[in-house]
């Protein structure tokens, strides 16, 4: 009897050993001649397949530019310079000179989409309709909704012959071109194959792009598959499977690459870095169009109206501490743009921590740390590009103290926050609390988005989201004449003055810019970040 | 019996149409705007009043849950208004994986607190069963959240034996028994068996106690019953309830693991249903809650009306 | 989760076969006093809480004040006894301020849940027919959700905040404690004295006073005290998932989910909050048991 139970014992110590070694060689099978890039991606889901993705700019990357392409496109298999607007599914396009309202782009012959059939003016005509005419069968309200704020000079369209479109917009607008990265072309015949249901098209969609779509488990996982036939010979995929998988939790996905199911994830948790890079695993960062600003009201009350008081904020805070606090996943900002922008010009004032200075022009504006201003600020609780929102508002709040500012929190949910933003700083919501900032990150990708809508006088609520009332005359000439303005280098020039005048009036309190980090596993061998949201998964390779 | 059983289930009839207008009223009487989720940040006015419409928010609550409800019996669930798919669809692959989950964490639970009850009961107010009650009380005490979050660090990040996420290496579209997916489960299920491990624990544990302090047995002990013939009368005293106790709890695992799911983002209802808090997604979160209420009222059903059947005592009566 | 039918099936509440005189509680009292195992979780508890309630007396030092240059600070580093948070804040006196909300989010609902349930479960058993079947059967709706389930959705539905948790967790307990109350009034209600008192004519009032509140409460009492850890952890789990307690308030489950990610940078530290929930619930649950097993007079 006791010599049965010993051997009892000798077995059921043995079967986990046992386990485990099956569950190693399991881990260890052999790999197949497809390669394979396993990508964790920060969302909560995949974004919209159908051809314009929810889920704000960085969704572009995954389920935009892979499956489709825009008319004109954005350079990003470049990470050692700002990209720039490059040709897409139209080879060329130029304003009329008669009537700088009219473009006419001339589209590449030869594309053909995922389903076989071929791309044309008709397919140009389609899509916008698709989303700008509600009365088109093909119409989408979903798409709609996520495009139309992003092409909002779009007033008509008209097809010349199979290979020349025309586009008019509200009024002469140079910048126009810039928002056309964000409309995507999808293949109409796949539509009517498919019984004419958006949400069918989700699972078989059929775009132009680089690669093809072949499976799709919602909120799971998509897979990308290579399209051969790509028409761009620079950007055919380097890897024959990529496959996307939401885990918008950071620790999970941080956890997932360590433990090798999966082989690149998008911004890992700051504090996990010293933990992957001890690992092997290789943190890839680049200068990104984002900003994390206080932006100011500049309405009457506005303790903010005093630039003094602006200027004095903005030399208060110790940028390299907020680096370190988020482990180095950012840059100090000096200004809205970072200073390799094209954008970003000779601003006279220099943003730095000064906190002498800054106190200094406190008591020039009659306030001091005994007797500090007082001022109330609106912030998110957490979101996408909010970085670590409370204890990065929390340190502001420390280090403005040190200076003679008191500010006090209104902490909301970013849906919420949007809310507030919308509504301009002269609305009831936020006057009546007494809102005097708004902390909202902001994405800086074109010049639109960078400078123009918070800049211009006509931009204030209900018309857009020059939040704070900023009105100059010369700011709003220079716009004026900017929308005019059709050579690139000019407008560089046009721009660059206007993110002077805005750094100089100190318009907001810039903080830090993100640097948009990735985790690779040594599988991946090759990755170009772009300095952008939009990224180029065609550059992905792995061994 | 047979009066018993009828009148079980006609109760089962009023207490779902009650559990189908909680359902429903406990998602509008959340604030916000339902559309937010869609709609971007800087989304025109128009373009929200339109897809308000398309989803029905516009009209009177009454109206939207009558149509609802009428819906729903036709098992149309609405449609996600953050994705735009059918929410029946989501629900369903989503309750799989809840129950796969369940399931194998609650054997794991049954079976490890069967072991450990039994132990403790026959040994009664002895080392052996303190420390088996000792296990118990940390089953029912320890945060489990919080110990999946150790078990990943320790099993997944350090010693890399154990995935730390998902449901498999294909997703859980495709789940087969196998060890590639079986490793998925591990710790997930482990997390979760151990309040169901302490309960369990506790329930045999008193129940061989009792049984085995009754008189007669103690008689026939006395007369040299072995230990086998008192074991197979224990069991069949204890087996009823503690089987009965594990349907219960396994309503509960499959109702509960949202914070399970959440930590190993176990692609089931609970994960599901935090999204759609998050997201604000009401069709979604109706119809997970209901699906899942549903599930738990079904799962009690049958724990009842089985339980006769396996439960002499209850037979007689 | 199933953490709420601990409860359940382990605090099947003494059935009130006699009535208890005085003698019967400085009994309870007496053997509770003499269980060192119950008297040291209560120790425990009264440290925690005496902890909580005086803070700001014990540990003088601000909760909120970050200091980016001791983030994540080791236990035992120079003054920050239990090392510092991912914002610097100084661990010890966070999780001792914390023990204030989650104390509360233990204790609160399980006090409303005692007073609203009881109320409920002594009015339907005292008054029977139909008034019982209406109060008993509308509570079962809320028995047909898993607990988890219904406080997530309840707070969910409320939004995230300190009182929504409350309350969420409240409807949790309310039917459960309401069902207890029930059944034992209604026992209590058939004893043969109280049938008496009754039959002389004593006013409903007089005769649940004297009567029925004497003979129920233990019970409800011993049920409810083991509820007291599943209201903790279920409380702190939703602030886990971002339902309960807003940042920067000190919560032990709240602090749990902002410190996680430095689980590789300290673990030590990270996994503080989590342990101070676990003793803390462990010792109501062992608390509950002593004061079960003190008032079971068979045992």
């Known amino acids: 009897m006791p010599k049965k139970l010993r051997d009892l014992f000798r077995w059921l110590a043995a079967l986990p050993l046992t386990v485990v070694i099956t569950i190693q060689t399991i881990a260890a099978a052999p790999a197949t001649a497809e390669t394979v890039a396993r990508y964790g991606i920060s969302m909560a889901d995949i974004p919209l397949t159908t051809g314009q993705p929810d889920r704000g700019a960085g969704a572009y990357q995954f389920t935009g530019h892979t499956l489709y392409d825009p008319l004109i496109a954005w350079e990003a298999n470049v990470g050692d310079r700002p990209g720039k607007l490059v040709p897409g599914l139209a080879?060329?396009?130029?304003?009329?000179?008669?009537?700088?309202?009219?473009?006419?782009?001339?589209?590449?012959?030869?594309?053909?989409?995922?389903?076989?059939?071929?791309?044309?003016?008709?397919?140009?005509?389609?899509?916008?309709a698709k989303v700008l005419d509600d009365k088109s069968p093909q119409f989408d309200?979903?798409?709609?909704?996520?495009?139309?704020?992003?092409?909002?000079?779009?007033?008509?369209?008209?097809?010349?012959?199979?290979?020349?479109?025309e586009i008019t917009t509200k009024e002469p607008n140079s910048l126009f071109p810039y928002e056309l990265p964000w409309f995507l072309i999808s293949s109409p015949a796949q539509f009517e194959a498919i019984g004419r249901d958006w949400d069918k098209v989700a699972s078989h969609p059929s775009g132009t792009g680089p690669f093809k779509l072949d499976k799709l488990v919602p909120r799971e996982r998509a897979e990308l598959v290579r399209n051969p036939d790509y028409w761009d010979p620079q950007r055919r995929p380097q890897t024959d499977r990529i496959i996307l998988l939401p885990i918008p939790d950071a620790l999970t996905r941080t956890n997932a690459l360590l433990t090798g199911q999966v082989d690149i994830i998008e911004a890992p948790a700051p504090d996990t870095v010293p933990q992957l890079e001890k690992s092997g695993f290789r943190i890839v960062k680049n200068v990104t169009p984002h900003v994390w600003p206080y932006h100011f009201s500049l309405l009457p009350g506005s303790p903010w109206q005093d630039i003094r008081v602006r200027k004095a904020a903005n030399l208060a805070i110790d940028r390299s501490a907020i680096v370190a606090l988020l482990n180095g996943l950012a840059t100090p900002a000096k200004g809205q743009l970072d200073p390799s922008s094209p954008w970003f010009g000779k601003p006279s004032f220099d943003i730095r921590y000064d906190p002498d200075e800054a106190r200094r022009l406190m008591k020039e504006a009659g306030y001091s740390k005994d007797k500090p201003l007082k001022a109330?600020?609106?912030?998110?609780?957490?979101?996408?590009?909010?970085?670590?929102?409370?204890?990065?508002?929390?340190f502001v709040q420390q280090s403005l103290a040190?200076?003679?500012?008191?500010?006090?929190?209104?902490?909301?949910?970013?849906?919420?926050?949007?809310?507030?933003?919308?509504?301009?700083?002269?609305?009831?919501?936020?006057?009546?609390?007494?809102?005097?900032?708004?902390?909202?990150?902001?994405?800086?990708?074109?010049?639109?988005?960078?400078?123009?809508?918070?800049?211009?006088?006509?931009?204030?609520?209900?018309?857009?989201?020059?939040?704070?009332?900023?009105?100059?005359?010369?700011?709003?000439?220079?716009?004026?004449?900017?929308?005019?303005?059709?050579?690139?280098?000019?407008?560089?020039?046009?721009?660059?003055?206007?993110?002077?005048?805005?750094?100089?009036?100190?318009?907001?309190?810039?903080?830090?810019?993100?640097?948009?980090?990735?985790?690779?596993?040594?599988?991946?061998?090759?990755?170009?970040?772009?300095?952008?949201?939009?990224?180029?998964?065609?550059?992905?390779?792995?061994? | 019996m047979l009066g018993y059983l009828l009148k079980r289930l006609t109760y089962t009839v009023p207490i779902t149409l009650a559990v189908t207008v909680v359902c429903f009223l406990l998602v509008h009487i959340a604030p916000g705007d339902p559309?937010?989720?869609?709609?971007?940040?800087?989304?025109?006015?128009?373009?929200?009043?339109?897809?308000?419409?398309?989803?029905?928010?516009?009209?009177?609550?009454?109206?939207?849950?009558?149509?609802?409800?009428?819906?729903?019996?036709?098992?149309?669930?609405?449609?996600?208004?953050?994705?735009?798919?059918?929410?029946?669809?989501?629900?369903?692959?989503?309750?799989?994986?809840?129950?796969?989950?369940?399931?194998?964490?609650?054997?794991?639970?049954?079976?490890?607190?069967?072991?450990?009850?039994?132990?403790?009961?026959?040994?009664?107010?002895?080392?052996?069963?303190?420390?088996?009650?000792?296990?118990?009380?940390?089953?029912?005490?320890?945060?489990?959240?919080?110990?999946?979050?150790?078990?990943?660090?320790?099993?997944?990040?350090?010693?890399?034996?154990?995935?730390a996420m998902g449901a498999?290496?294909?997703?859980?579209?495709?789940?087969?028994?196998?060890?590639?997916?079986?490793?998925?489960?591990?710790?997930?299920?482990?997390?979760?068996?151990?309040?169901?491990?302490?309960i369990i624990t506790r329930t045999v544990r008193a129940l061989v106690a009792e049984v085995l302090s009754q008189e007669f047995v103690q008689a026939l002990r006395a007369k040299g019953l072995r230990d086998g013939q008192v074991f197979t009368h224990v069991a069949k005293n204890v087996a009823p309830t503690a089987l009965a106790v594990m349907g219960v709890q396994l309503g509960y695992l499959i109702g509960g693991s949202i914070l399970v799911e959440t930590v190993f983002a176990w692609p089931g209802t609970g994960f599901l249903l935090n999204i759609a808090i998050f997201q604000r997604d009401l069709p979604l979160l109706q119809g997970a809650i209901l699906v899942l209420c549903l599930v738990f009222v079904g799962l009690n059903l049958l724990v009842d009306l089985i339980q006769p059947f396996i439960d002499p005592r209850m037979r007689r009566n | 989760m199933s953490v709420t039918a601990l409860a359940t099936s382990s605090a099947a509440p003494p059935v009130a076969a006699t009535a208890r005189s005085r003698g019967y509680w400085s009994g309870v009292g007496r053997r509770i006093l003499r269980d060192p195992l119950t008297m040291g979780c209560a120790g425990v508890l009264l440290l925690i809480a005496a902890a909580a309630v005086l803070a700001p007396w014990i540990l003088p030092v601000d909760p909120y004040k970050t200091s980016m240059l001791h983030r994540l600070a080791p236990m035992g580093s120079a003054g920050y006894l239990l090392g510092a948070d991912e914002l610097g804040r100084d661990m010890a006196a966070r999780l001792i301020h914390g023990g204030r909300l989650s104390l509360m989010l233990g204790v609160l609902p399980v006090v409303f849940a005692f007073v609203i349930g009881g109320s409920i479960g002594i009015l339907a058993g005292f008054a029977g027919g139909w008034l019982n079947m209406v109060l008993m059967r509308s509570l079962d709706v809320f028995y047909a959700f898993p607990s988890v389930l219904l406080a997530v959705a309840i707070s969910g539905a409320l939004g995230s905040g300190m009182s929504n948790s409350i309350i969420a967790l409240t409807v949790v307990f309310v039917p459960q404690i309401s069902r207890v109350a029930e059944s034992v009034?209604?026992?209590?209600?058939?004893?043969?004295?109280?049938?008496?008192?009754?039959?002389?004519?004593?006013?409903?009032?007089?005769?649940?006073?004297?009567?029925?509140?004497?003979?129920?409460?233990?019970?409800?009492?011993?049920?409810?005290?083991?509820?007291?850890s599943v209201s903790l952890i279920l409380g702190s789990g939703l602030s886990f998932l971002g339902l309960g307690v807003k940042p920067p308030e000190p919560e032990w489950g709240l602090m749990l989910t902002t410190l996680r990610s430095a689980i590789y940078v300290n673990p030590a530290v990270a996994a503080l909050p989590g342990a101070m929930i676990f003793v803390t619930s462990m010792c109501f649950n062992l608390m509950a048991d002593g004061i079960r097993s003190a008032m079971d007079t068979k045992a």
């Open chain 1, 91 to 128: 080879t060329e396009w130029k304003p009329d000179a008669k009537d700088p309202n009219r473009w006419v782009f001339t589209l590449r012959k030869g594309v053909k989409f995922h389903d076989g059939s071929t791309f044309n003016a008709d397919a140009v005509i389609w899509n916008l």
């Open chain 1, 141 to 165: 309200p979903k798409q709609a909704a996520q495009v139309r704020p992003r092409i909002p000079s779009v007033a008509g369209y008209r097809k010349i012959d199979a290979f020349t479109v």
């Open chain 1, 376 to 394: 109330k600020i609106i912030i998110a609780q957490g979101g996408t590009g909010q970085m670590l929102s409370l204890p990065m508002n929390e």
């Open chain 1, 402 to 543: 040190e200076i003679g500012i008191d500010i006090d929190f209104e902490v909301v949910e970013l849906e919420n926050l949007y809310l507030h933003w919308r509504a301009g700083a002269n609305a009831e919501m936020n006057k009546d609390k007494g809102i005097t900032a708004i902390n909202l990150a902001y994405v800086t990708a074109d010049p639109f988005y960078a400078l123009v809508r918070f800049m211009d006088s006509h931009y204030v609520a209900p018309n857009g989201v020059n939040w704070g009332w900023y009105k100059d005359d010369a700011v709003d000439a220079i716009l004026a004449k900017n929308k005019t303005t059709f050579d690139t280098r000019r407008q560089d020039e046009n721009l660059a003055r206007i993110h002077e005048y805005m750094v100089n009036n100190a318009l907001m309190l810039w903080v830090v810019h993100d640097v948009n980090p990735h985790a690779l596993s040594p599988r991946v061998k090759g990755f170009v970040q772009a300095q952008h949201w939009f990224q180029d998964l065609t550059t992905i390779r792995v061994e």
């Open chain 2, 35 to 163: 559309l937010n989720a869609v709609a971007p940040a800087d989304a025109p006015a128009e373009v929200v009043e339109a897809l308000k419409a398309a989803y029905g928010f516009d009209r009177p609550l009454p109206v939207q849950y009558a149509k609802w409800l009428g819906r729903a019996v036709a098992g149309d669930l609405g449609r996600s208004v953050a994705t735009g798919r059918p929410v029946a669809g989501e629900v369903l692959s989503a309750v799989g994986n809840t129950l796969l989950l369940a399931v194998v964490g609650g054997a794991a639970g049954f079976l490890g607190g069967t072991l450990l009850g039994c132990l403790a009961g026959y040994f009664h107010k002895t080392r052996i069963d303190r420390v088996a009650s000792a296990i118990s009380v940390v089953g029912v005490s320890v945060p489990h959240y919080w110990l999946g979050l150790l078990l990943t660090i320790i099993f997944s990040a350090r010693l890399n034996w154990l995935p």
């Open chain 2, 168 to 198: 498999g290496p294909g997703g859980s579209g495709n789940w087969t028994w196998d060890l590639a997916h079986a490793r998925h489960l591990v710790l997930p299920a482990i997390t979760l068996s151990v309040i169901p491990m302490g």
């Open chain 3, 185 to 228: 009034t209604t026992q209590v209600r058939s004893l043969d004295y109280v049938e008496a008192a009754r039959m002389s004519g004593a006013s409903a009032f007089t005769i649940i006073r004297a009567h029925v509140l004497g003979n129920v409460m233990g019970p409800i009492f011993v049920y409810a005290t083991g509820l007291v």
